[in-house]
């Protein structure tokens, strides 16, 4: 149940503006790792892998040893603060909070046609600059990092809680988080960070197909356009740099009956990216809080189907 009641701390701490999160944390680790590493390798691309790959796996491991240390010695305390401690560290984990806050505090602004707070507002869910996008770029771009953020931030962390505990998912945390620093296809990252993006997509490949799953469940029940989601996703889920965030990108245009993905301007730069969905409608705030109502009802599905699990075989 440590993991129903963290994710339902999480949730609770949202509605107060707090977003726990070890972000912070894993960047400076990261970034102190790698500025120590390259005062050591060569541009030798070889050698720029290895080092990713090791401070990759360091990092990981560290984090899972670290994790189980600290509850065993809590354990030995009191085997029920243990429990609190996991519900606790669990909740710093998981990002269905911070993902459906923002997500509603951008439906808002933009219902109230206020473009420069939502443009706030996003820059916190994608972590990067919007520039100055309009209601559609901003739209799509938050139901975009909405759809993404479900196997990385929600069911990667549940299901290695699930299968290996706290240790497991902190191990996947921190790849995740070091991907998210240095696995970029830059001249920079092109190779001290392929072993980082690789080792993410191999941990996300399952987790994002029960998120689609669920995704499709929860489109269903909700009187979404089923049929079309399905359509979108036997389509388009490839149509996307990561094979895995094009699983929930997909279910999600089908979803709601527009198109993700494909040309935005950002920074004063246009990139293009391929699409996914069909134009059937332009995005709007509408489809935003759609969007979150579609990660929340996913994740009770997630939620219930794990409980039921532990209360099976435990």
């Given amino acids: 149940m440590e993991i129903v009641f963290g994710t339902a701390l999480n949730i609770l701490l949202s509605f107060f503006n707090c977003f726990p999160s070890f972000q912070f944390t894993y960047e400076r680790l990261v970034r102190k790792g790698e500025e120590i590493l390259r005062k050591i390798i060569s541009a030798d691309k070889n050698e720029q892998m290895v080092a990713g790959a090791l401070l990759t796996l360091s990092i990981g491991f560290a984090s899972a040893a670290l994790s189980w240390l600290l509850l065993w ?55 990067w600059d919007v520039g100055e996008m309009d209601e559609e770029e901003i739209s799509r771009t938050a139901i975009e990092a909405i759809a993404r953020n479900m196997s990385d931030g929600i069911f990667a962390p549940l299901l290695f809680m699930l299968v290996g505990g706290v240790p497991l998912a902190f191990f996947c945390k921190a790849v995740d988080m070091t991907d998210s620093i240095i696995g970029y296809k830059n001249p920079r990252y092109l190779y001290f960070g392929r072993f980082a993006a690789f080792l993410n997509n191999f941990l996300s490949f399952v987790p994002s197909r029960i998120a689609s799953g669920c995704m499709l469940l929860a489109s ?43 040309a935005y301007t950002g920074l004063g730069v246009e990139v293009n990216r391929p699409s996914i969905g069909d134009d059937i409608k332009k995005p709007d705030c509408w489809d935003i809080r759609k969007a979150v109502i579609l990660m929340y009802s996913s994740s009770a599905i997630a939620l219930f189907t794990v409980a039921l699990i532990e209360f099976i075989f435990r």
Avoid at 80 to 91: D, N, P, R, S, W
Avoid at 98 to 116: M, W
Avoid at 221 to 244: A, Q
């Fill in 73 to 127: 010695a809590v354990w030995l305390v009191n085997p029920l603060l243990k429990m609190v401690v996991e519900i606790v560290m669990f909740c710093f984990l998981i990002d269905i909070g911070k993902n459906g806050a923002l997500g509603l505090k951008i439906y808002r602004f933009l219902e109230n046609q206020n473009a420069p707070a939502a443009r706030v507002e996003l820059c916190k869910l994608v972590d």
């Fill in 220 to 262: 269903r029940l909700l009187g979404y356009d089923y049929h079309f989601s399905v359509k979108i996703f036997w389509r388009d889920r490839e149509n996307d740099e990561s094979g895995n965030n094009g699983q929930m990108k997909a279910v999600c245009a089908g979803a709601l009956g527009i198109r993700l993905g494909g």
